[in-house]
């Protein structure tokens, strides 16, 4: 069988769900996955290698060469002796400091692999979050002329996909292929269960998903509607940072931190509705997973993955980013309200639907096997 490699920097957010998916082809080809950071959350669910001895990166950034150099010299050489010793058919990258690390073997190199670069973020609020000007002009710069190297470019989105080409002047084609997700239709009458008075949100606990917003707004809805509580589910940096807002604001009673947790379906079915709070996304997954749940999405209208996801509006109530009034709102409205959470329920499996996961793999699936056609 043709061999693949699949190379990510880390697997503890959707990406670790994404690599999972993939490695379900393995019944048409030798699969491995280097992953270049330990978890700290995620335990694999399939078969992984990590590079050592890098389990966690400088605290600074990823995108911060300066004081990452070093690191990104020795990241390179392992990546490339593990690649030597590999001798896989295709490579598939993702995101953007692996896309830059296995282009640059390509070039110094020469290499007769097939490289498929994937990027799940809006990569230019990205870049300007991890690093100053001018930094971030030369990060641009590289991606500029690094990306148009791979045989196949792929976004999760038509706005990942709009980014790389206007802020990056990506000209090669660039293809989307939508994250996909299993098809159970387990949360088919949940709208109609017992009122628990539960929401739920759930990410890592980072600048980019915003909890600040959506604890300051739950803060507001609760005095309007006291019986709701709020469930997060989720870890990371700012972890402290969280609990300590909540205590401030006086809400503790009221907010239960679940931790980071696996499989987050036994939560997500005691909710009533889902909530999720970003300043900007690729595709995210745990809306996907929420719908599968059957229950009604609240979620801000940020670029660029949730706005196709939600259809705009049609398939869930979007609100401005870091806005907390609006947002609790939408919060009070979708807890009094039974006919709009069961209108939203329903858009929700409908939604859910156009994702399969099957659809996903299939068109992977195609593209490594376009190669061999060549």
Sequence with gaps: ?????????????????????????????TIKTLVLEKPLFRKPLKSYEFLPPFSQFPASGYFDFFSQLICFIKIFQKVSTHIKSTQPDIILGVDAYVNILILLQKILFRSKHWIVITTHNYLDVVISKKSRWPLSRLIKITIHFFYPHADRIIAVSDGVKNDLK???????????????????????????KPQKGMIVSVGRFVEQKDFDTLIRAFQIAQKTV????????????????????????????????????QQTEEVLRQADFFIHSTKWEGFPYVILEAMKCGLPIIATKSPHGIVELLGNGRYGRLVPMEDTQKMAEQMILFSRNKAVRKQYAEKSLERYASFPIQTMLKKYDSLFSSFYLR
Excluded at 10 to 21: C, H, K, Q
Excluded at 228 to 251: A, F, M
């Design 1 to 29: 069988m043709k061999k693949i490699l699949y190379i990510v920097k880390n697997i503890d957010g959707g990406t670790g769900y994404y690599v999972e998916s993939l490695q379900s082809l393995s019944s048409k080809y």
């Design 166 to 192: 206007n802020t990056f002047g990506i000209k090669k084609e660039i293809l989307t292929i939508y994250n996909g997700i299993k098809q159970e239709r387990e949360g088919k009458t949940l709208w109609a």
């Design 226 to 261: 006291p019986e709701i509580r709020l469930g997060i589910i989720g870890d990371g940096p700012l972890n402290k940072h969280l609990h300590e807002l909540v205590h401030e604001l006086k809400v503790d009673k009221k907010i239960t931190f679940f931790g980071w947790i």
